[in-house]
Structure formats: structure tokens, C-alpha cells
């Protein structure tokens, strides 16, 4: 049941937010005296522990990020590698700026657009949704503008974690030994690394990958010139073109990376600054922070069948704002303010009521493996990454040389046909040649009178922003402490209907109520989506690492 017909307001309207794309407003004076910590939480221990080890030595907050996005590439490829891509908001604590970039996955210039109308496509034709890695160059700008140390100090400690072995952690046994376990089979590559003597590789045991040990030296030496150009540039295109794929060595050179203008919602005293198109993950959280005012939230409950039924609703207002108006902001205008006006917030909120539930369309007017990281320095610099090959290992297609697993990011375009379903009648996020595909990773800081006071996102394809959501107004509005924030369980939204997906925890008073509010509710079975966090404590300024247990990450401070 989509709900009864019995409209009412449910809350006086609200604003209490200041919303756009912006630099942060200027900072005020700084506190006399502030404890300075390090840290990291990331979905690998070995890349937490590779992190605190590059801060130790020295490196920065950019610096220990970097190392820690390469070593999740060995020890977690199915999230993320060399033939993936991602975002990174970077806090500078000298000057209070915070920076934005995007290294996420373009579309080949000989784009076969018209294969995307017929997805799911035939293993034979994977090769088809591999777009142009942007994780090496992504990785290597994040070192050049923000790194105290040298770019090769940075490779090395992959290159040796593939050379001399790595253990293999739960989360990755997990899946080696679950249902796509034929999927990844299906390539030889990943087949000869993670299932030796034909079975998948288990928690502990030690595995190498000389082949992408070999890349990672060159990466080392060479820089990201070493993957665009050259024979490793040949590898990557020869692997998506044995497989239906028009990727080039044009398109592998002519790869950027984007700066962007991050999006800043200034709520309730707090300035949260998080990823702007094309990430739609950003847009959401900004159109929840301004639908509803804390206190309204606090009456609500966060944890209580209304307030997650209202926070349902406003997601899925957004989910339809993603279908009808987020695209590369390269390729078509994206007018964040207009979708974040007061008066036209306002306007939606009349429809949310306390019984009833929406499908998406009735918004309109007329979605993986992700690595989430998040560092600090003892200086106060902060770095939020997200890195992804967007399924687990990608495409399923291993470079035969180079060892590097190639991503299958273009899946996250949309076709025609289901923008037309959902009543969209110009595809924003159609593919089309050069064009990178909206994606839900949401890199995010919360600032509190110029200083970090939340640093956070998270992994699973378009789970994403509820999760981050979730976890930050748990932080923000109930005071929830960082470990418990993360762990506690969450709902998420189904992407055909107006299903609500429940985490194992909620009680069956809750089911039944979210029920009686029209809600779907069926049971989450989805577990590989994870909020990595760290938090500076209130009083003593002290960090506090969160790493989501759904993944078996870890988070250590020093």
C-alpha cells in the first residue's frame, strides 16, 4: 500500500538552511589551543595501517590518502585499483579553503551510446561499460597540490604489498567465496590471483600479484604518464576492446582531472561541505538538510518510524531530481540553486505527510564496490576519498600484462528508456562520448566556525547517500558517538518501487508502524555498503576514528 489519501501538513515550513555551490564562508579566529591528532578509517586494515605509517613519516593528510587508495587497490580490488575512479574533498587547514576534485571515469570519444538501451549486455560485450580510469592521474594531482612527500615514497608501499603478498581480508573472502564467484571466474586474470588450485582464495591466506606489482613500479618511477602512455596505455585498451569495448590510447591521453566548486549547505550553525554533480549523492543530503530544521527532526526521532519514514521521503525527492536534472555538469547545465530554493523545498514538503509514501515519479515535476577512506594529519589538513571500479572487480576484465582490473563505471549512465519511465523526457545522464556518469559518492565535511568537526562518506552504489545521511544527522542532531553512528542500523530505499529496505535491528513495532505510514518495508539484504568516519570531539578536540563493521574496516588515531 502506497498510503492513505488523508493530506495534512506535517510541520510548519521550515528554513533553516543556506544552500549552494560556494566556497566556505571565511573562517572566525582561531581557538587559543586545540589538540592535533592523526588518523584514518578506511574499509581495508591494511590501507589504515599503511596510512597512519605514511603519517608518521611525515607525509600529509593528501599524502597518507594517496598511499592508502593504492594499497586498498591490492588488498580490496573489488572496490577499487588503477581502473577505477574517484572523488576527493580536501580540508587545508592553513588556509581554511576546502578543494574538490574529480577523477571519475570518462566515456570513450567512439561511445557505442546506443548499446546502453540494451543493458544488461552480454558478457561478450562487458567491455562496452569500461570507461577511462581517472584513479592515477585523480591520485597524483591530490599528491602534487596537497603532498609534502615524494610521489614515489607514496607507490611503494602497494608495490611491495603486491610484490611480496598481502593477506586476504574478510570482506574480499567473502565475496571470492559467494554467489558471483562464476562471475569473476569468467576472467582469467582474476581467476589465476584470487582463486588458486580453482578455489576461492581465504580470510589469511597470503596471496601476490607480480603482474600488478610490475605497473606499480612503473607508477612509481613515471608517474601516471606510465598508465596514459606507452605499453600499459596498449594493455588497457587491448582488454576492453577484446570485449566489445571502443576505449583508445586518444582517449587514456586526453584524460583531466576536474576541479570543481564544491556544494556548501550552511544548517543550523554548521557549514557541510560535500560533492557536487556529477554526484548526486551531494544534492541529496543538501535537499534533506533543507526540507527539515534540527528540531523538527528531533520531535520526529531519527532512530523512530516517522522520523525515518520522513527522511524516506525527502530521498526519494531527491532520487527524482537525480533522474530528471544530474548529468556532467560538462555536458549539460545542472542549476543546483534552482533545485535548492527554499520556495521550491518548501513546495515539496507540503506533499510529505505522516501516512503516506510517494513513488519517486510523484516528485518529478511537469547505484557496487566503493572504497570510502577519510584521513587527517596532525595539522588539521583532512582528505575524503572515495575510489571505485563501480561493480566488484569492475568488468570483470583483468589487463593481460598489466594486471590492472578495469571498471565497468559507464553501467551508471542512464538509458533513455528508464528516463522516459520515470517521465523524464530529456536524459541528463544519457551516454554519450567523453561524458563522465552521475555517481552517488558523496566525499563530506562538516565545519564548525572554520575548523573540521565530521569528515565522512561511504561505499555501495546508490545506498550511499542514505547511508551518509543517516550517519551524519545521527551525529548531528542526536550526538550519536562516531562508532556507534556507524554501526547502527540503517534503511536504505529499493530503486524500482517505493520499498523500504530495513537493516537486521529494527523491531517489528517499527516495521509495523512504517507500515501503517505506507511504507513498503522488506528486509535489507544488501550488506556490503559502509560509512568510514572521523570525528573531532567536542571539549577536548580530540579525533575519534568510526570504521563501518558491515565491511570489517578499520580506523586507528595516533
Known amino acids: ?122 558478457s561478450l560485450e562487458r567491455g562496452k561499460l569500461v570507461g577511462v580510469p581517472g584513479e592515477p592521474a585523480g591520485l597524483y594531482e591530490l599528491n602534487r597540490r596537497f603532498g609534502k612527500r615524494a610521489w614515489r615514497n607514496l607507490v611503494a608501499p602497494a608495490e611491495r604489498s603486491a610484490r611480496q603478498g598481502f593477506l586476504v581480508e574478510q570482506h574480499l573472502a567473502g565475496l571470492l567465496g559467494g554467489s558471483d564467484a562464476k562471475s569473476f571466474q569468467r576472467d582469467a586474470g582474476l581467476t589465476s590471483i584470487y582463486f588458486p588450485g580453482g578455489k576461492p582464495a581465504l580470510a589469511g591466506q597470503r596471496l601476490t600479484n607480480p603482474k600488478l606489482a610490475a605497473t606499480l613500479a612503473r607508477l612509481k618511477n613515471e608517474g601516471p604518464r606510465a598508465i596514459y602512455e606507452g605499453a600499459i596505455a596498449d594493455d588497457i585498451v587491448a582488454a576492453a576492446r577484446s570485449l566489445g569495448g571502443a576505449l583508445s590510447k586518444d582517449d587514456l591521453s586526453a584524460y583531466r582531472v576536474r576541479e570543481r566548486a564544491p556544494l556548501v549547505a550552511r544548517w543550523e550553525g554548521f557549514e557541510v561541505v560535500t560533492m557536487p554533480p556529477p554526484s548526486a549523492g551531494g544534492l541529496l543530503l543538501a535537499e534533506v538538510l533543507g526540507l527539515f530544521a534540527k528540531s523538527e527532526l528531533e520531535r520526529a526521532g531519527l532512530d523512530k518510524p516517522l522520523g525515518i519514514h520522513l527522511l524516506a521521503e525527502a530521498m526519494r525527492g531527491a532520487s527524482a531530481d537525480r533522474s530528471c536534472c544530474v548529468g556532467d555538469p560538462d555536458f549539460t547545465k545542472v542549476d543546483v540553486q534552482k533545485l535548492l530554493d527554499p520556495a521550491r523545498l518548501a513546495k515539496r514538503k507540503q506533499l510529505i505527510a505522516a501516512d503516506r509514501t510517494h513513488l519517486v515519479q510523484r516528485f518529478l515535476e511537469s547505484v557496487h564496490g566503493t572504497h570510502q577512506l577519510v584521513v587527517a594529519d596532525a595539522a588539521g589538513n583532512v582528505v575524503v576519498l572515495a575510489t571505485t571500479v563501480n561493480s566488484a572487480f569492475g568488468s570483470d576484465i583483468t589487463c593481460e600484462k598489466s594486471g590492472i582490473v578495469l571498471n565497468d563505471q559507464l553501467d551508471d549512465f542512464t538509458s533513455n528508456a528508464e528516463a522516459k519511465r520515470l517521465g523524464v523526457k530529456d536524459n541528463p545522464n544519457a551516454a554519450r562520448p567523453g561524458a563522465r556518469p552521475v555517481s552517488s559518492m558523496m566525499p563530506t565535511l562538516v565545519l564548525r566556525d572554520g575548523r573540521p568537526l565530521l569528515a565522512l562518506g561511504g561505499s555501495g552504489g546508490t545506498s550511499i547517500p542514505p547511508n551518509v545521511t543517516q550517519v551524519l544527522l545521527a551525529s548531528l542532531v542526536r550526538g550519536v558517538a562516531p562508532e556507534a553512528a556507524v554501526s547502527a542500523p540503517r534503511f536504505r530505499l529499493g530503486t524500482k518501487d517505493a520499498t523500504l529496505l530495513l537493516d537486521e535491528g529494527f523491531s517489528d513495532a517499527d516495521r509495523t508502524e512504517l507500515r501503517w505510514r505506507g511504507e513498503i518495508v522488506k528486509p535489507n539484504a544488501f550488506t556490503a555498503s559502509a560509512v568510514q568516519m572521523l570525528a573531532w570531539r567536542d571539549g577536548d578536540g580530540r579525533l575519534v576514528g568510526a570504521a563501518d563493521p558491515r565491511k570489517h574496516g578499520l580506523a586507528e588515531t595516533r
Do not use: I, N, W, Y
Request: proline share 8%.
Open 1 to 122: 500500500m502506497l498510503g492513505r489519501f488523508r493530506a495534512f501538513a506535517l510541520f510548519p515550513l521550515v528554513c533553516a538552511v543556506s544552500l549552494g555551490l560556494a566556497a566556505p564562508s571565511p573562517p572566525k579566529a582561531p581557538a587559543k589551543s586545540e589538540p592535533r591528532a592523526g588518523g584514518a578509517a578506511t574499509e581495508s586494515r591494511l590501507a589504515t595501517q599503511a596510512a597512519l605509517a605514511e603519517l608518521r613519516a611525515g607525509g600529509s593528510a593528501a599524502d597518507a590518502a594517496v598511499v592508502a587508495a593504492l594499497v586498498a587497490g591490492v588488498a580490496s580490488p573489488t572496490s577499487s585499483g588503477l581502473g577505477g575512479g574517484g572523488f576527493a574533498v580536501v580540508f587545508s587547514a592553513a588556509d581554511r579553503t576546502t578543494t574538490v576534485l574529480d577523477f571519475r571515469e570518462t566515456a570513450p570519444k567512439s561511445l557505442d551510446a546506443a548499446a546502453f538501451e540494451r543493458r544488461p549486455l552480454p
